[in-house]
């Protein structure tokens, strides 16, 4: 069994090493070749293309010497024994996944909440300090905040991105900084090399929620950043369809976090995990596609006149715009903007859209938009989230993968309502 690198993924070595030629470089491959190539087994059972789904709880063993063999000796992710601590399926996903991140080992799990929980939960305790930023999705903040509280741990919130903030927030017992980048809804982003930079001398453990930029757009442990999690339910599966999360990073800390993860047991289902690895193979084509719709919707918008602002780190008004051209080779599908009226015509315009669905996720084939304070912040008190800079009138736009001149077009017809 062998997984391809990111680094040496030649499709002709995957074929039985048929066809290929020994003293061929092998060639740097695009991202949908990186993709669907990244990880992938040559061993599938019974010679199948696809990883089969092995829909067991329990693994069994010959007797009770192979049982001794394992437990003394075995592999614990080559060779199974209860579904809460492995399962060959979700492993194969697993084994893409860090290949796409040019991480050592990652892991799964059954929501990207539990992927961020999770390396909370392990690697802080009672006295320790963390820093986060002001823009980091919702609920991420509630956990820090308002759970992690009451178990010793203190937080101090920092703007998203400004890293003289964190360094100056910085504390001897400072042991982990979590940032998101791009952020919800904002699409602020942080110089990740300058933020490993920081953290790395002082031995702070950085984590960083890469959702929004998927591991085609920017790869932040090749920045020096330690752990990177991602909602896989968002682009990496692509569909709309299912929930799951990955930690990925260097082998010996993701080994922690599996053996915590056993524990806590927010583990995912094998025809999830199968599911998840037939959304992976389209990522490279549909991340072109909404890197693509992004720029060109975000452009539009911007030169729209009933459109007051727009958040897009492909733009050059953006605040981040230089750090984001830095670090991202893409910059995603979501699309934040302020529509020129009050929250009433923001859900005029919300409701004259005829290709975008009112759903509160992003980065799937379907088009989704939101009107953020009556979605994510319907319950924040309105002053709150004023502070948050939350307007009624602000729609985050998360584009699928329809055709670019059809949702511009959409845009276009329903900006007329306003
Ligand atoms: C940036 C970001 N991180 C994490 C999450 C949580 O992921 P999940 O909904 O898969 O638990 C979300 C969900 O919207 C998100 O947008």
Partial sequence: MRSLT?????????VNGKGRNPGAPDP??????????????EDNGYHS?????????????????DLIAHKSEGDALARQEYGRYGNPTVRAVEERLAALEKGEDALLLSSGMAAITIPLLLLLQAGDHLIMGDDTYHRTRVFVNDFLKRYGVEATTVPSGDLD??????????????????TNPFLRCVDLAGLAAIARPRGVITLIDSTFATPLNQQPLSLGIDLVIHSVTKYLAGHNDLLAGTIVGGAGLIQRLRESHA???????????????????????????????GMAVARFLENHPKIRRVWY??????PDHA???GQMSGFGGVVSFEIAGDGPAASRFVDALRLAHIAPSLGGVDTLVIQPA??????TPPAQRRALGISDELIRLALGVEDTQDLIADLAQALEVV
């Fill in 49 to 65: 293309l696809t990883p089969p789904i092995i829909q067991s709880a329990a693994y069994t063993f010959r007797d009770t010497d």
């Fill in 6 to 14: 990111t680094t040496n993924i030649s499709p002709a070595t995957r």
């Fill in 374 to 379: 009556i979605m994510s912040y319907y319950d």
């Fill in 313 to 318: 780190p492909g733009l050059e008004s953006h």
């Fill in 165 to 182: 903030a964190i360094e100056r927030a910085i504390r001897p017992n400072t042991r982990l900084i979590l940032a998101e980048t791009p």
């Fill in 323 to 325: 750090v984001a051209r």
């Fill in 263 to 293: 524990l806590f047991g927010a583990v995912i289902d094998p025809s999830t995990a199968y599911q998840i690895n037939r959304g992976l193979q389209t990522l490279g084509l549909r991340v072109a596609r909404q890197n693509a719709s």
């Fill in 28 to 41: 740097a491959p695009g991202p949908s070749t990186r993709v669907l190539h990244a990880g992938v087994r």
